[in-house]
């Protein structure tokens, strides 16, 4: 402070390297800061950076959005929470930014309606719903979201040529139940089946 430096201590104080209490909160983020980034896109057009925010969240996070629309199979459940429906997209090459997206399958301006009315809803939200209340192939589990590909639940969080060392098990062998009991918090993510690949503490883990 000026020409001085100054200490101040609070003496008592615990933080834990880890909670659990509030495991909504990154998947509520992550859902208003797509509703927002989804807006801008709308409003002042798309962009490289804009665009891969928002594919990056909503692939880890579960997030229908017309940019992660793969995320959507033909065995979605139409359920109660399920997410607004955006109109029909497909995205095309731009000759300004490199990205362009089209919109079809219903008149341009309803069209702008109902993606203006799904973005405030995104925006505005007040509740985290899973994913897994509306889409089949995923699953979450804590803070971490799940996809189904080819038979094996996958951390969206993993990344192909990762790295990260590697553990790898087969599910029910006295090695899995070792691992688990040394990693307790795994024994949420192996629970899914007995194909896993999981993110944590700078690992990967995979069960076959």
């Not at 040529?161 to 993510?189: H, N, Q, Y």
């Not at 089946?193 to 995979?206: M, P, T």
């Amino acid at each position: 402070m000026g020409s001085r430096e100054e200490t101040f201590a609070f003496g008592g104080q615990i933080f834990p390297a880890e909670k659990n209490a509030n495991q909504f909160l990154p998947r509520l983020w992550a859902t208003r800061r797509v509703g927002y980034l989804l807006e801008q896109t709308r409003l002042n057009g798309e962009n490289r950076e804009l665009v891969d925010e928002i594919v990056g969240l909503g692939t880890r996070f579960g997030i229908v959005t017309p940019y992660t629309s793969f995320l959507v199979t033909e065995d979605m459940k139409d359920l109660p929470g399920r997410p607004v429906p955006f109109p029909q997209t497909r995205m095309e090459p731009n000759r300004g930014n490199g990205v362009g997206m089209v919109l079809g399958g219903t008149r341009e301006a309803d069209s702008e309606v109902r993606r203006s009315k799904a973005e405030k809803s995104m925006k505005q939200s007040d509740s985290a719903a899973s994913p897994e209340q509306y889409m089949q192939n995923i699953r979450t589990v804590g803070s971490k979201t799940f996809t189904l590909k080819d038979g094996v639940w996958v951390d969206t969080e993993y990344k192909e040529g990762s790295k990260l060392p590697r553990v790898e098990v087969k599910f029910g062998t006295d090695e899995f139940f070792r691992l688990i009991a040394d990693e307790p918090k795994l024994a949420e993510f192996f629970a899914l089946g007995e194909k896993v690949i999981v993110v944590l503490g700078n690992r990967i883990y995979k069960v076959t």
